[in-house]
């Protein structure tokens, strides 16, 4: 059973250049949120899909976005890189119906951005 | 002020001893609170989950939860130097925006 998988696991960009990140959440969840971890930081929470919407969004510009497939795989994209969105880029995967608790959120090992 | 706050250390302790790690949190909302280990270059890992007042233990991890002080702690017994990474504290509410909220994270040393 597979976990939570991310790709690319480590990228440079440069200022102003557009990335997209991807994930394929634990088989059988259907929610995929994202985070972001700054060096010396805790993971921020970007935003969540669900049934191929956006759910929630946290504090982040709308140079972050995102989608959702039909099976339940995630992009994250973010445009108009700066130099300050260089971080360790989190995808966590859960089941809807269980999520109440918070107790069955997975992570995957994260995409290193580095933006030059 | 955070939402989620910790102190990012770094606490040194020796080989054997019993590590504290603390956070306090505002959200009085927050129902569930985690404890995510995260070894250097590495995604979190999920050690202890606390939802109820009282102490939670698990092998040598204890979990403390006071939502009255809206304080979590962590107590880890027989400390080993592999315990030695950074330990992020995360809320978690169930209602509205079902996400994580960290602490910027303690870091722990264990000497051996």
């Known amino acids: 059973d597979a976990g939570v998988t991310q790709s690319p696991t480590h990228l440079i960009k440069t200022r102003g250049q557009q990335v997209t990140l991807r994930c394929s959440p634990k088989s059988g969840h259907d929610t995929v949120s994202w985070y972001q971890q700054a060096l010396g930081q805790g993971p921020q929470f970007i935003f969540q899909?669900?049934?191929?919407?956006?759910?929630q969004r946290g504090n982040f510009p709308d140079r972050f976005s995102g989608h959702q497939f039909p099976n339940y795989s995630s992009e994250l994209n973010v445009n108009a890189l700066l130099l300050g969105d260089s971080a360790l880029y989190l995808c966590?995967?859960?089941?809807?119906?269980?999520?109440?608790?918070?107790?069955?959120?997975?992570f995957g090992e994260g995409s290193w951005l580095t933006v030059v | 002020q955070k939402e989620v706050e910790q102190n990012s250390g770094p606490l040194s302790v020796p080989e054997g001893a019993i590590a504290s790690l603390n956070c306090t949190y505002s959200d009085r909302g927050s129902q569930s609170f985690f404890w995510y280990r995260q070894y250097s270059g590495k995604s979190p890992e999920l050690i202890m989950s606390i939802y109820s007042n009282g102490d939670k233990e698990d092998g040598r991890f204890t979990a403390q939860l006071n939502k009255a002080s809206q304080y979590v702690s962590l107590l880890i017994r027989d400390s080993q130097p592999s315990d030695s990474a950074t330990y992020l504290c995360?809320?978690?509410?169930?209602?509205?925006?079902?996400?994580?909220?960290f602490g910027s994270g303690t870091r722990l040393q264990v000497q051996p």
């Open positions: 899909y669900y049934e191929e919407e956006e759910r």
């Open positions: 995360a809320a978690f509410m169930d209602t509205g925006r079902r996400a994580l909220t």
């Open positions: 966590a995967s859960s089941l809807e119906i269980q999520s109440a608790s918070g107790n069955t959120i997975y």
